[in-house]
């Protein structure tokens, strides 16, 4: 596939998510050289970015900050060089939690009541009053780490201020979250299109960082058996939620379920993992792409 020139696959990174990436950015190298295309890995922790301007074009497999955050996109666009998935701003707002799900509430878009533990302000002593207003029981985040890293359930006022912490040395800014009793979803984007749910089914606490990569107890179904009305209606909030952080090209929406049936809003991540097993890749198949048709869709919407 001449058309694309040649092809930086960037991978690796310096981030916390960096060897999810390797294996990302590999499976993607994979399949675009299997379907013709002149690809070569790119690590900017191993070269400086000034090398790219022997390519024509990046696809962009870089989990976490550096890479998922907009700073990677904004030199992109510095460079003019044409790149796969959100831009800067669609970027930088979907890999910080709170703010996506502030942006989410201002536009009336279902999400879990949340506060904000930020470092150097947040006081240990008032966290039980924090785990009372927002129900007793809450899941914590920090604000900007993917792949369920720095994540914990906290249940006491002493589980909150130690997870809080923990987090902390991660993200100054940590999303304490109202925990949601239900089944966990997730919705890829391609293009316009929002692909077949998947539901997320784990014998662990939560869908955390051994669920999503260590796990072979943890259960995907595609499709996941919702009437389809109603996976008709969690594709659309899929898409609303996507494009009101200003998210393009291609990604992925977690979404929950209550037990009463309401859906809540989790986070987009706008660079998915992309393993031949991930869950993009799975979505996909569902609709008859397979992953080296996959990865040369994602890369034909630099050209478009």
């Known amino acids: 596939m001449t058309e694309f020139g040649k092809v930086a696959v960037m991978l690796g990174g310096s981030s916390a998510e960096r060897e999810i990436s390797l294996k990302s950015g590999n499976a993607v190298l994979a399949g675009l050289l299997k379907a013709g295309v002149d690809a070569h ?31 990677l996109q904004g030199a992109l666009e510095h460079m003019n060089m ?48 924090m785990l009372s207003r927002l129900g007793g029981k809450v899941m914590v985040k ?16 002493e589980q909150l201020a130690q997870a809080i912490a923990a987090a902390h040395e991660y993200d100054a800014e940590v999303l304490v979250e109202q925990w949601i009793d239900g089944p966990e979803y997730t919705v890829s984007i391609l293009g316009e299109q929002a692909l077949p749910a998947i539901e997320m089914q784990t014998d662990n606490a939560f869908y955390d960082y051994q669920a999503k990569y260590q796990s072979t107890e943890t259960r995907y179904l595609c499709p996941c058996n919702l009437p389809e009305s109603e996976e008709q209606e969690l594709r659309t909030l899929a898409l609303r939620a996507f494009r009101a952080v200003g998210a393009s090209g291609w990604g992925r929406v977690d979404v929950m379920r209550t037990k009463d049936g309401r859906w809540q809003l989790l986070e987009v991540n706008t660079v998915p993992g992309m393993t031949e097993t991930s869950l993009v890749p799975k979505a996909a198949r569902a609709v008859g792409l397979d992953f080296q048709q996959l990865v040369t869709a994602i890369l034909a919407q630099t050209a478009e």
Not at 43 to 68: I, K, Q
Not at 114 to 129: L, M, W
């Open 41 to 71: 890995p790119f690590d900017p922790a191993e070269r400086p970015l000034a090398e790219l301007t022997e390519f024509d074009r990046a696809f962009v497999v870089l989990h976490g900050r550096g890479g998922e955050d907009g700073t």
């Open 82 to 129: 044409p790149y796969t998935g959100s831009g800067v701003l669609g970027c930088a707002l979907a890999m910080d939690k709170v703010r996506t799900k502030s942006l989410w509430a201002g536009q009336g878009l279902p999400t879990a009541a949340f506060e904000v533990a930020v470092a150097g302000q947040f006081k240990p002593e008032t966290a039980s009053q």
């Open 142 to 157: 920090p604000a900007n780490e993917g792949s369920s890293i720095g994540m914990a359930i906290a249940e006491s006022g």
